[in-house]
């Protein structure tokens, strides 16, 4: 971890690793930012961007609660819910393709060019898919834009609103976990900041571009939280979804469905799976095969091995001012170092 610093990887950083009923190792390592004056982080009250983990974190665990009531059909179309979703191409476009990134969907839109919300939203119900629905697999925010409007039809409330009341009241993690943070941790220098306006550190604010267009609140970022509150969420996983979810639909969601390919991974039902199709895996080479987890922009990632009943969770703010020209590469080698110091001390206990 303290090599990452010395190598300009991030500023700082938080990494946890433990079991579903117990923490093996917590740190906090660097700085909120590169100047020796910037308060140091805090395993317990820094706050991180948490970027793409917002996916499987908030919006997959949604998915996965509302298919449980009955509220979401994964083999319906997404039009069911989205009416307005009804270009050409999209009809065929199921719940279930959003999830394992098949829809044949664009990788992104252009959507911080729109002038308001309602403008970037009326452009993702646009848009139509490249390629026939199911014929292959390609990363995609605009599948978790689109599962998050999903949330919001289905549940009758925003996902920040259904994930802050069904997700983090009951495990108790409302204080440590939101979208739009107050201005008030911005203030109080827990929030680690993601970028630079005119030399001053930016925290607080959404580092997607896309999310920061729809509001602060998107399926596939937004959400802010610390390293314990997101260790608690990798405990419910690990835990086969006790007390939110029944093991049955956590098995689902969590079980390989579509195979890894050269420079992309294997996906599950909203993560990551490996192999993880990289020449250095964020996963490591000692997760077993049926790990899963996922990475993020800004320099987070969470990998999940139920095999070992094992997590590891690192969040960074890499996104803001690298020192190293390829501040992601170094960060992919951390996170495996990470990954594989931690499988062999768990093997080893």
Known sequence: MQDGI??????GAVLVVGRRDTILFAAGYGRLTWSAASPAVSLDSTIWDLASLTKVLATTTAVMMLVERRAVDLDAPVARYIPEFDGAGTAAITVRHLLTHTSGLRATLPLR????????????????????PGSGM???DVNAILLGEVVRRAAGVPLDEF????ILAPLGLEPQMMFRPAKRLERAGRIAPTGLWR????????NDPG????GGVAGHAGLFGTGPAVARLAQLMLAEGEPLLQPQTVRAFTRSAVPARRGASARTLGWEAVPTGESVSSAGTRFGPRSYGHTGWTGTSLWIDPDRGLFVLLLTNRAFAPRARNSFTVLKEVRGRVADAAARA????
């Open 199 to 206: 030399g001053h550190a930016i925290a607080g604010v959404v």
């Open 346 to 349: 768990a093997d080893a206990s």
């Open 138 to 140: 390609v990363y995609s």
């Open 211 to 214: 999310a920061a267009r729809l």
């Open 113 to 132: 060019d729109a002038p308001d919300s309602a403008a970037a939203l009326r452009m993702v119900f646009a848009t139509t898919p490249l390629r026939a």
């Open 163 to 166: 994930t802050r009341r069904e």
């Open 6 to 11: 010395a190598r300009g990887a991030y500023p």
